[in-house]
Protein backbone atom coordinates (compact mmCIF):
# COMPACT_ATOMS: atom_id res chain seq x y z
CA UNK A 1 0.00 0.00 0.00
CA UNK A 2 1.46 3.40 -1.31
CA UNK A 3 2.10 5.92 1.93
CA UNK A 4 -0.66 8.18 0.46
CA UNK A 5 -2.99 5.56 0.84
CA UNK A 6 -1.38 4.61 4.08
CA UNK A 7 -1.18 7.41 6.39
CA UNK A 8 -3.16 9.05 8.66
CA UNK A 9 -5.03 6.33 9.51
CA UNK A 10 -8.70 6.63 9.83
CA UNK A 11 -10.50 5.86 13.29
CA UNK A 12 -13.62 4.08 13.96
CA UNK A 13 -15.40 6.08 16.76
CA UNK A 14 -18.77 4.62 16.59
CA UNK A 15 -20.61 1.04 15.73
CA UNK A 16 -24.41 -0.36 16.52
CA UNK A 17 -24.93 -2.62 18.98
CA UNK A 18 -25.54 -5.23 16.34
CA UNK A 19 -22.98 -4.79 12.99
CA UNK A 20 -24.10 -7.71 10.85
CA UNK A 21 -21.55 -8.18 8.10
CA UNK A 22 -23.77 -10.14 6.03
CA UNK A 23 -26.13 -6.94 4.89
CA UNK A 24 -25.85 -6.43 1.33
CA UNK A 25 -27.08 -2.80 1.16
CA UNK A 26 -25.12 -0.08 2.52
CA UNK A 27 -26.02 3.71 3.14
CA UNK A 28 -22.66 5.85 2.57
CA UNK A 29 -22.84 9.18 4.17
CA UNK A 30 -19.99 11.79 3.97
CA UNK A 31 -20.34 14.80 6.70
CA UNK A 32 -18.60 17.65 7.30
CA UNK A 33 -19.73 20.78 9.67
CA UNK A 34 -23.46 20.05 9.01
CA UNK A 35 -24.53 18.23 12.62
CA UNK A 36 -27.70 19.69 12.50
CA UNK A 37 -28.62 18.85 8.94
CA UNK A 38 -26.78 15.78 9.72
CA UNK A 39 -29.74 14.36 12.10
CA UNK A 40 -32.31 15.37 9.35
CA UNK A 41 -30.49 13.15 7.02
CA UNK A 42 -30.48 10.31 9.78
CA UNK A 43 -33.97 10.65 10.52
CA UNK A 44 -35.48 10.12 7.40
CA UNK A 45 -32.97 7.02 7.13
CA UNK A 46 -34.30 5.37 9.83
CA UNK A 47 -37.93 6.33 8.61
CA UNK A 48 -37.40 4.37 5.43
CA UNK A 49 -40.52 2.00 4.52
CA UNK A 50 -38.33 -1.11 3.75
CA UNK A 51 -38.13 -4.93 4.64
CA UNK A 52 -34.70 -5.06 3.34
CA UNK A 53 -31.73 -5.25 6.07
CA UNK A 54 -28.92 -2.14 5.31
CA UNK A 55 -26.42 -0.42 7.36
CA UNK A 56 -25.01 2.74 6.93
CA UNK A 57 -21.30 4.07 6.94
CA UNK A 58 -21.41 8.04 8.26
CA UNK A 59 -17.92 9.44 7.75
CA UNK A 60 -16.64 12.93 9.53
CA UNK A 61 -14.44 14.72 7.83
CA UNK A 62 -13.44 17.36 10.09
CA UNK A 63 -11.28 15.62 13.19
CA UNK A 64 -10.42 19.09 14.84
CA UNK A 65 -14.21 20.04 15.44
CA UNK A 66 -15.54 16.49 15.24
CA UNK A 67 -19.09 17.56 15.22
CA UNK A 68 -20.93 15.23 12.91
CA UNK A 69 -19.74 11.74 14.91
CA UNK A 70 -21.76 12.29 18.03
CA UNK A 71 -24.85 12.89 16.21
CA UNK A 72 -24.05 9.85 14.20
CA UNK A 73 -22.83 7.80 17.32
CA UNK A 74 -26.57 8.72 19.27
CA UNK A 75 -27.90 6.97 15.94
CA UNK A 76 -26.04 3.91 15.84
CA UNK A 77 -25.40 3.60 20.19
CA UNK A 78 -29.04 3.26 20.63
CA UNK A 79 -29.40 0.61 17.91
CA UNK A 80 -31.89 3.08 15.59
CA UNK A 81 -29.29 2.66 13.11
CA UNK A 82 -26.76 -0.18 12.02
CA UNK A 83 -23.60 0.37 10.63
CA UNK A 84 -20.50 2.65 11.73
CA UNK A 85 -19.08 6.25 11.94
CA UNK A 86 -15.30 6.66 11.18
CA UNK A 87 -13.14 9.58 11.02
CA UNK A 88 -11.30 10.53 7.93
CA UNK A 89 -8.77 13.32 8.96
CA UNK A 90 -7.65 14.13 5.53
CA UNK A 91 -10.04 16.48 4.73
CA UNK A 92 -11.96 17.11 1.29
CA UNK A 93 -14.82 16.16 -1.04
CA UNK A 94 -13.37 12.94 -2.80
CA UNK A 95 -11.58 11.85 0.69
CA UNK A 96 -14.26 11.46 2.43
CA UNK A 97 -16.60 9.68 0.05
CA UNK A 98 -13.86 7.37 -0.75
CA UNK A 99 -13.15 6.54 2.82
CA UNK A 100 -17.53 5.90 3.13
CA UNK A 101 -17.20 3.66 -0.02
CA UNK A 102 -13.92 1.40 1.11
CA UNK A 103 -15.26 1.28 4.86
CA UNK A 104 -18.46 -0.22 3.43
CA UNK A 105 -16.79 -2.21 0.41
CA UNK A 106 -14.53 -3.78 3.76
CA UNK A 107 -16.70 -4.32 5.83
CA UNK A 108 -19.79 -5.86 4.59
CA UNK A 109 -17.87 -7.84 2.03
CA UNK A 110 -21.47 -9.23 0.85
CA UNK A 111 -22.97 -5.84 0.11
CA UNK A 112 -23.72 -4.80 -3.51
CA UNK A 113 -25.92 -2.25 -3.03
CA UNK A 114 -23.87 1.04 -1.94
CA UNK A 115 -25.89 3.97 -1.85
CA UNK A 116 -24.75 7.92 -1.47
CA UNK A 117 -27.12 10.79 -0.08
CA UNK A 118 -25.31 13.84 1.71
CA UNK A 119 -25.47 15.26 5.06
CA UNK A 120 -27.94 18.50 4.03
CA UNK A 121 -30.38 16.38 1.92
CA UNK A 122 -33.81 14.21 3.46
CA UNK A 123 -34.64 11.00 1.40
CA UNK A 124 -38.19 10.53 1.17
CA UNK A 125 -39.87 7.84 2.74
CA UNK A 126 -39.54 4.96 -0.10
CA UNK A 127 -36.11 5.82 -1.10
CA UNK A 128 -34.18 2.74 -0.89
CA UNK A 129 -36.74 0.65 -1.63
CA UNK A 130 -37.16 2.08 -4.86
CA UNK A 131 -33.48 2.61 -5.65
CA UNK A 132 -32.34 -0.83 -4.58
CA UNK A 133 -36.05 -2.59 -6.45
CA UNK A 134 -34.30 -0.69 -9.48
CA UNK A 135 -30.86 -2.03 -9.64
CA UNK A 136 -32.75 -5.98 -9.19
CA UNK A 137 -35.17 -5.59 -11.72
CA UNK A 138 -33.26 -3.27 -14.67
CA UNK A 139 -29.81 -4.69 -14.48
CA UNK A 140 -28.44 -1.77 -14.22
CA UNK A 141 -24.98 -1.17 -12.56
CA UNK A 142 -26.18 2.80 -11.40
CA UNK A 143 -29.06 3.80 -10.57
CA UNK A 144 -30.05 8.00 -9.91
CA UNK A 145 -32.82 9.51 -8.78
CA UNK A 146 -33.77 13.55 -8.25
CA UNK A 147 -32.52 15.56 -5.87
CA UNK A 148 -35.24 18.68 -5.07
CA UNK A 149 -34.31 21.71 -3.57
CA UNK A 150 -35.80 22.93 -0.52
CA UNK A 151 -34.85 26.97 -0.59
CA UNK A 152 -34.64 28.65 2.88
CA UNK A 153 -35.51 31.82 1.14
CA UNK A 154 -39.18 31.05 -0.67
CA UNK A 155 -38.57 33.81 -2.60
CA UNK A 156 -35.79 32.38 -4.76
CA UNK A 157 -38.09 28.84 -5.64
CA UNK A 158 -38.02 30.14 -9.34
CA UNK A 159 -34.87 28.85 -8.74
CA UNK A 160 -36.02 25.37 -8.95
CA UNK A 161 -35.49 25.61 -12.76
CA UNK A 162 -32.01 26.63 -12.77
CA UNK A 163 -29.21 23.86 -14.08
CA UNK A 164 -27.30 24.31 -10.79
CA UNK A 165 -30.81 22.92 -8.43
CA UNK A 166 -33.29 20.90 -11.22
CA UNK A 167 -32.90 17.08 -11.70
CA UNK A 168 -30.96 15.96 -14.27
CA UNK A 169 -33.68 14.08 -15.80
CA UNK A 170 -37.92 14.03 -15.04
CA UNK A 171 -39.05 10.65 -16.40
CA UNK A 172 -37.85 7.22 -14.96
CA UNK A 173 -35.92 4.90 -17.56
CA UNK A 174 -32.57 4.54 -18.98
CA UNK A 175 -30.21 6.91 -19.00
CA UNK A 176 -26.97 7.74 -20.98
CA UNK A 177 -25.24 8.90 -17.31
CA UNK A 178 -25.91 10.48 -13.90
CA UNK A 179 -23.79 13.61 -12.72
CA UNK A 180 -24.12 13.81 -9.03
CA UNK A 181 -23.76 11.00 -6.54
CA UNK A 182 -26.35 13.11 -3.91
CA UNK A 183 -28.78 10.46 -4.99
CA UNK A 184 -27.23 7.37 -6.24
CA UNK A 185 -27.12 3.93 -6.07
CA UNK A 186 -23.53 1.52 -7.37
CA UNK A 187 -23.16 -1.83 -7.74
CA UNK A 188 -20.13 -3.42 -5.99
CA UNK A 189 -19.15 -4.59 -9.84
CA UNK A 190 -18.40 -1.10 -10.82
CA UNK A 191 -16.13 -0.17 -7.97
CA UNK A 192 -14.37 -3.61 -9.08
CA UNK A 193 -13.94 -3.17 -12.07
CA UNK A 194 -12.57 0.95 -11.64
CA UNK A 195 -10.28 0.49 -8.87
CA UNK A 196 -9.48 2.37 -6.05
CA UNK A 197 -9.88 5.33 -5.86
CA UNK A 198 -12.59 5.27 -6.61
CA UNK A 199 -13.17 9.10 -6.82
CA UNK A 200 -10.19 10.85 -8.66
CA UNK A 201 -8.02 13.18 -6.26
CA UNK A 202 -7.38 15.60 -8.62
CA UNK A 203 -11.56 16.83 -7.93
CA UNK A 204 -10.84 16.60 -4.03
CA UNK A 205 -10.95 20.09 -3.34
CA UNK A 206 -12.70 21.33 -7.21
CA UNK A 207 -15.46 18.45 -6.79
CA UNK A 208 -16.52 16.63 -9.89
CA UNK A 209 -15.14 13.14 -8.50
CA UNK A 210 -18.49 12.03 -9.13
CA UNK A 211 -18.97 13.06 -12.86
CA UNK A 212 -15.30 11.90 -13.03
CA UNK A 213 -16.71 8.41 -11.52
CA UNK A 214 -19.72 7.94 -13.62
CA UNK A 215 -17.60 8.94 -16.65
CA UNK A 216 -15.22 6.36 -16.44
CA UNK A 217 -18.36 4.08 -15.61
CA UNK A 218 -20.13 4.59 -18.81
CA UNK A 219 -16.58 4.21 -20.88
CA UNK A 220 -16.50 0.88 -18.86
CA UNK A 221 -19.55 0.08 -20.64
CA UNK A 222 -21.77 0.35 -17.50
CA UNK A 223 -25.53 1.00 -17.70
CA UNK A 224 -27.51 4.00 -15.50
CA UNK A 225 -30.67 4.28 -14.90
CA UNK A 226 -33.05 6.43 -13.32
CA UNK A 227 -35.98 6.41 -10.55
CA UNK A 228 -38.11 9.55 -10.36
CA UNK A 229 -39.87 8.05 -7.49
CA UNK A 230 -36.66 7.60 -5.13
CA UNK A 231 -36.73 11.33 -4.68
CA UNK A 232 -34.55 13.09 -1.73
CA UNK A 233 -34.54 16.73 -0.65
CA UNK A 234 -32.01 19.08 -0.51
CA UNK A 235 -31.96 21.95 2.12
CA UNK A 236 -30.67 25.01 0.15
CA UNK A 237 -29.47 28.01 2.61
CA UNK A 238 -29.78 31.92 1.38
CA UNK A 239 -25.80 32.11 0.82
CA UNK A 240 -26.53 29.35 -2.04
CA UNK A 241 -29.43 31.53 -3.91
CA UNK A 242 -26.94 34.96 -4.41
CA UNK A 243 -25.89 35.62 -7.46
CA UNK A 244 -22.35 35.19 -6.41
CA UNK A 245 -22.67 31.61 -5.25
CA UNK A 246 -24.43 30.95 -8.63
CA UNK A 247 -21.75 32.51 -10.83
CA UNK A 248 -19.06 30.38 -8.83
CA UNK A 249 -20.96 27.00 -9.15
CA UNK A 250 -21.19 28.17 -12.65
CA UNK A 251 -17.24 28.35 -13.02
CA UNK A 252 -16.96 25.18 -10.85
CA UNK A 253 -18.96 23.30 -13.53
CA UNK A 254 -16.93 24.83 -16.35
CA UNK A 255 -13.49 23.80 -14.48
CA UNK A 256 -14.92 19.61 -13.68
CA UNK A 257 -16.31 20.13 -17.57
CA UNK A 258 -12.76 20.52 -18.56
CA UNK A 259 -10.62 18.47 -16.42
CA UNK A 260 -12.75 15.16 -17.27
CA UNK A 261 -12.14 15.86 -20.88
CA UNK A 262 -8.92 16.43 -20.83
CA UNK A 263 -8.09 13.67 -18.52
CA UNK A 264 -9.85 11.16 -21.23
CA UNK A 265 -7.86 12.89 -23.89
CA UNK A 266 -4.77 10.49 -24.37
CA UNK A 267 -2.69 12.40 -26.90
CA UNK A 268 -0.63 15.62 -27.27
CA UNK A 269 -3.41 16.76 -30.17
CA UNK A 270 -6.56 15.60 -28.45
CA UNK A 271 -5.40 17.53 -25.29
CA UNK A 272 -5.07 20.45 -27.47
CA UNK A 273 -8.60 20.30 -29.47
CA UNK A 274 -9.88 20.16 -25.83
CA UNK A 275 -8.16 23.39 -25.11
CA UNK A 276 -9.62 24.91 -28.62
CA UNK A 277 -13.01 23.48 -27.66
CA UNK A 278 -13.20 25.51 -24.15
CA UNK A 279 -11.76 29.15 -25.72
CA UNK A 280 -14.52 28.00 -28.64
CA UNK A 281 -17.36 27.63 -26.46
CA UNK A 282 -17.44 31.09 -24.89
CA UNK A 283 -18.89 32.57 -28.18
CA UNK A 284 -21.25 30.28 -28.43
CA UNK A 285 -22.45 30.62 -25.13
CA UNK A 286 -23.66 34.20 -26.07
CA UNK A 287 -25.71 32.66 -28.60
CA UNK A 288 -27.50 30.02 -26.02
CA UNK A 289 -28.23 33.00 -23.46
CA UNK A 290 -29.74 34.54 -25.93
CA UNK A 291 -32.18 32.03 -26.64
CA UNK A 292 -32.44 30.81 -22.92
CA UNK A 293 -33.30 34.46 -21.71
CA UNK A 294 -36.46 34.43 -24.23
CA UNK A 295 -37.66 31.38 -23.20
CA UNK A 296 -36.94 31.76 -19.25
CA UNK A 297 -37.80 35.14 -18.52
CA UNK A 298 -34.71 34.96 -16.07
CA UNK A 299 -31.25 36.00 -16.58
CA UNK A 300 -29.59 34.35 -13.88
CA UNK A 301 -30.81 31.13 -15.48
CA UNK A 302 -29.97 31.99 -18.80
CA UNK A 303 -26.29 32.80 -18.10
CA UNK A 304 -25.41 29.78 -16.83
CA UNK A 305 -24.22 28.06 -19.69
CA UNK A 306 -21.68 31.49 -20.37
CA UNK A 307 -20.44 30.76 -16.75
CA UNK A 308 -19.93 27.73 -17.35
CA UNK A 309 -18.31 28.20 -21.01
CA UNK A 310 -16.30 31.05 -18.88
CA UNK A 311 -14.94 28.27 -16.46
CA UNK A 312 -14.19 25.80 -18.82
CA UNK A 313 -11.83 28.81 -20.24
CA UNK A 314 -10.53 30.00 -17.24
CA UNK A 315 -9.57 26.13 -16.25
CA UNK A 316 -7.10 25.92 -19.43
CA UNK A 317 -5.32 28.88 -18.14
CA UNK A 318 -4.80 27.42 -14.10
CA UNK A 319 -7.63 29.40 -12.93
CA UNK A 320 -10.48 27.64 -11.18
CA UNK A 321 -12.85 27.68 -7.59
CA UNK A 322 -11.78 24.95 -4.81
CA UNK A 323 -14.67 24.93 -3.02
CA UNK A 324 -14.39 22.08 -0.97
CA UNK A 325 -11.13 23.47 0.54
CA UNK A 326 -11.81 23.91 4.57
CA UNK A 327 -11.07 27.28 4.69
CA UNK A 328 -13.86 27.90 2.24
CA UNK A 329 -16.44 26.01 3.53
CA UNK A 330 -19.33 27.75 6.05
CA UNK A 331 -19.88 25.95 9.05
Known sequence: M??????????WVATSPELDCSIETVICIPSFRRPKHLRLTLESVVAQRTERRFAVVVVENDAARCESAPVAAEFLTSGRLRGLCIVEPRQGNCRAINAA??????IFPQAQNILMIDDDEVASPDWLEHMVEAAETTGAAIIGGPVWPKFDDKHKRGLTRHPAFAPAYHESGPVPVIYGC?????????FDALGNPAFDLRFNFLGGGDHDFFARARRAGFGFFWVTEAAIMETVPESRTNLGWIVRRGLRIGAINYH????????????AAVKAKMFGLVPFSLFRFTRIVLKEQQAVIAMHPMVVAIGSALAVLGIEPQPYAASKIAS
Open 2 to 11: STELAAPERA
Open 182 to 190: GNCLIRRAV
Open 260 to 271: IERKAAQTTWSR
Open 101 to 106: FETALE
